[in-house]
């Protein structure tokens, strides 16, 4: 992966790891969204597969495996849950890289603010080291903490509240 990195300057994550109804969407579709903010010039990540999906919504039906996270009913394409896990990552990835703009903004004028904005990036790296660890975390029917990323959104919302109140202009400038 470093290597892919110095050569190309990007990094991206391709994912292809079995059926897609059995992975879960918030460790195997979610999370490598929201651990591009450990790699610097992550652009995201690209999927396995969109044709092997069914062509009946009603998936029992289907005798393969499924690889796509989307639906077809032959006329439209609908979104799963694991589509759903791409937005809400890809969100939150966003509201990191929000959070490393304003930490940089502030460092040399308003330390304190700065100081705020490093520590939850701290936090958010250390919990997505700690969320990547354990075997078979991308099967729905392991165990885990799924409520994490959603704990966090309030926080950096709170955070960023605190910063738009004292410093409206650079929210303006970030929208």
């Known amino acids: 992966m470093a290597a892919e990195q110095r050569k190309n300057g990007r990094f991206g994550l391709y994912l292809c790891n079995g059926n ?47 690889f796509s996270p989307f639906y077809f009913d032959g006329e439209r394409i609908y979104a799963s849950k694991q589509v759903e896990a791409v937005y809400a990552g890809r969100q939150d990835y966003e509201y990191y890289l929000l959070l490393k703009k304003l930490m940089v903004h502030f460092r040399a004028t308003v330390p304190e603010t700065a100081r705020r904005c490093e520590e939850q990036l701290k936090a958010i790296e250390a919990e997505l080291m700690a969320e990547m660890k354990g075997p078979d975390m991308q099967y729905w029917d392991k165990p885990k903490i799924r409520e994490t990323a959603e704990r966090r959104r309030v926080e950096i919302w709170k955070l960023l509240e605190s910063i738009a109140a004292k410093h409206p202009e650079m929210m303006e400038r970030y929208k």
């Open 20 to 66: 897609s109804r059995g992975l879960d969407p918030y460790t195997y579709y979610s999370l490598p969204q929201r651990c591009g903010i450990l790699f610097p010039e992550f652009y995201g990540f690209d999927l396995w597969d969109f044709v092997t999906a069914p062509s009946d919504l009603n998936e029992y039906a289907c005798d393969k495996l499924v």
